[in-house]
């Protein structure tokens, strides 16, 4: 099993602390982000782990020579430009085998068991399948009863974008910043550089199918913003992490 982390990020929202290192090595815990997300995928099977990184990428590179973690590890360099979250995983495709993949960006902190997700994705026939919680979000997904991707509502602008036109009983979900990606992807993704993955999830699922997918244990916690740095740090006193 094979994983990609989003670890590529400015970190803007985590000032002061990422002023001199990359958000992936702010510590909860006593921890990097890193280093949580790493153990807990290598825990759930996981084997071969990509990480991307562009801000202070040196501090990454060299942290994960350092730290030998009992995993396959490659990086997935955009030192000269940072490429969003789409543009990140298209260029991590050399890194990547021929098969299903996790994707999860390094500061999200989550009781999502990513071996069964992994494995819900692969017994279905999506493209990708897009972890989602009822959760409070001024950004929400919108499936059909189905749970077939068919749009994206901001709440705060009033920005509705529904690539299959007006779809009835569409329900609002929020993205955990969790999915699992089919190698189809790479073939069928039509933006290029640097894109979001969920502009390109919404332009494939016109002709593809976009998963959700409801985890029984889905607690989702963004380590995004200093304050929710402690909130990180009950949820592993809790879980055990």
Not at 98 to 118: A, G, Y
Not at 119 to 126: K, L
Not at 182 to 198: G, H, M, Y
């Amino acid at each position: 099993m094979q994983s990609l982390i989003l670890a590529a990020g400015l970190g803007t929202r985590l000032k002061p602390l990422t002023d001199s290192r990359p958000k992936a090595l702010v510590e909860v815990g006593g921890k990097t982000l890193l280093e949580h997300q790493i153990v807990r995928l290598r825990e759930h099977g996981f084997t071969r782990i990509v990480v991307n990184v562009h801000h202070f990428a040196q501090q990454v590179k060299d942290f994960l020579a350092s730290n030998d973690f009992g995993v396959d590890i490659a990086i997935s360099d955009e030192t000269n430009l940072l490429l969003d979250t789409g543009g990140g995983i298209l260029h991590a495709q050399h890194l990547l085998a021929d098969e299903p993949f996790l994707v999860q960006n390094v500061d999200i902190f989550t009781s999502i068991n990513p071996r069964e997700m992994l494995e819900f994705h692969t017994n279905g026939n999506a493209m990708a399948t897009l972890a989602v919680s009822k959760r409070l979000s001024s950004r929400a997904l919108l499936f059909n009863p189905t749970m077939q991707l068919c749009g994206w509502r901001n709440s705060k602008t009033g920005e509705v974008k529904l690539p299959l036109g007006e779809v009835p009983n569409l329900t609002d979900y929020a993205f955990s910043g969790v999915h699992v990606v089919s190698p189809q992807f790479f073939k069928e993704v039509k933006l290029t550089v640097a894109f979001s993955v969920i502009d390109a999830y919404l332009q494939l699922c016109k002709e593809h199918t976009i998963s959700g997918y409801l985890p029984q244990n889905g607690f989702v916690l963004d380590v995004g913003k200093p304050e929710s740095l402690a909130k990180a740090e009950a949820f592993l006193a809790e879980s055990g992490g």
